[in-house]
């Protein structure tokens, strides 16, 4: 038990110490942008939209980022079943920590009934060195923008708004760019940390 929540300790401030400093540059950008906006808690909700939902696919640092999280918790918790729920523990504590984040940017402007949210001042406030090309290149926020615009001529068809295209269009934004790659990202960890556990155990031998 006791290794265990070492591991878990170990595996949850790494989450941090990553989320912090491994944070996309694309992201930095929005940050300046709209952070006068939306307040400090805007960086501290996209440090971990990028842990949890960036896709592995698009985006393959997220893959070093989970698996060097999941090898070396595995190796603290020594033990290859045992890392499982460890490792569940993890990823849904980095997941409450997305929605603090969430409820602490966006409870402040629900209070203010949305005062200082100006989207003509968004657009007339961009930082010199930031453009909305960075926002698209964004991991998540990026691709979300892409297929919801990219899918503005199915949603209008004949003029007409379809909601048959509007759900689908929902539908493939919660599956490809959300769950999708939260999935993958949590199975990685899974796989690494049980990894890490067996190694773990073969230095250093312990009895359950």
């Known amino acids: 038990m006791g290794r265990k929540l070492i591991g878990l300790s ?21 940050i300046l942008w709209l952070a006068p906006f939306f307040g400090p808690w805007l960086r501290f909700f996209l ?25 070396i918790t595995g190796l603290f918790v020594r033990s290859i079943w045992g890392a499982i729920p460890v490792a569940m523990v993890i990823f849904t504590l980095t997941f409450l920590m997305l929605i603090v984040g969430l409820i602490a940017m966006i409870v402040p402007l629900l209070l203010a009934g949305g005062a200082g949210i100006d989207p003509l001042a968004m657009l ?3 930082p010199p060195n930031t453009s909305l090309f960075d926002v698209l290149d964004a991991p998540v ?21 379809d909601p048959g295209n509007l759900l689908a269009l929902l539908q493939s934004i919660l599956m490809n760019i959300i769950i999708l790659p939260a999935v993958i990202n949590f199975i990685i960890l899974v796989v690494t940390m ?5 190694i773990g155990r073969l230095l250093f031998p312990v009895r359950d």
Do not use: K
């Open 47 to 71: 440090m971990y939209l990028f842990l949890i939902f960036a896709s592995p696919m698009t985006f393959l640092p997220i893959i070093g980022i989970w698996a060097a999280i999941g090898f």
């Open 141 to 161: 926020i990026g691709p979300i923008i892409n297929a919801i615009t990219g899918g503005i001529g199915d949603l209008i068809g004949g003029g007409i708004p």
């Open 10 to 30: 170990l595996g949850f401030l790494l989450t941090i110490t990553i989320a912090f400093f491994m944070i996309p540059t694309e992201y930095n950008s929005i």
């Open 194 to 198: 049980m990894i890490g556990g067996f």
């Open 124 to 126: 007339s406030n961009i």
